[in-house]
């Protein structure tokens, strides 16, 4: 399949993860890389839709204070995690930290960023408590981020 993820075994992973999910060398000086930040074990737990709103609307703001190589951080359709892409070469630990840092910011938010009609597409479908329940849950597991197969 032309898409990394369907090549995936979703019955082999164990969630929570990050693993590289696909690199682009744009240029000989340019690289961007996809990373696959698993939440939940695929087919068995999901993240509800205000939870993976508000965790995307508030680190996606606060992991920039962090790197200015952050590209982007979307959902999954599937609702079990987000993809985090990042320009530039960073060892996996290393954006492994960067993760961890932007989820405690996650924890200490007073709010989530953006969750007005001016700025959000759906600003009804928000909750802080929740998003910073499933960084708490995220951040607890770090020792396991690194093993993807079950």
């Known amino acids: ?3 990394e ?3 995936l075994d979703h019955r082999a992973v164990a969630a929570p993860y990050v693993r590289i999910a696909d690199t682009k060398r744009l ?3 340019v690289v961007v890389k996809k990373y696959d930040v698993r939440f939940c074990q695929p087919n068995v737990d999901h993240l509800e839709s205000d939870v993976m709103h508000s965790l995307e609307h ?3 703001e606060a992991v ?3 790197s200015d190589d952050v590209i982007d951080f979307s959902p999954m ?14 060892p996996l630990e290393d954006v492994r930290d960067l993760i961890a840092a932007g989820m405690q910011d996650v924890v200490d938010a007073t709010e989530v960023p953006a969750s007005n009609i001016q700025q959000c597409g759906w600003a009804a479908n928000h909750t802080l408590s929740g998003a910073q329940d499933a960084a708490r ?3 607890a597991r770090r020792d396991e981020w690194s093993q993807v197969m079950a």
């Open 27 to 29: 240029s000989d000086t």
């Open 5 to 7: 993820s369907f090549n």
């Open 1 to 3: 399949m032309n898409t």
């Open 64 to 66: 920039r204070n962090h």
């Open 77 to 90: 359709g599937c609702q079990t995690g987000f993809y985090f892409i990042l320009a530039g070469e960073h």
């Open 137 to 139: 849950t995220f951040l």
């Open 58 to 60: 508030t680190f996606s």
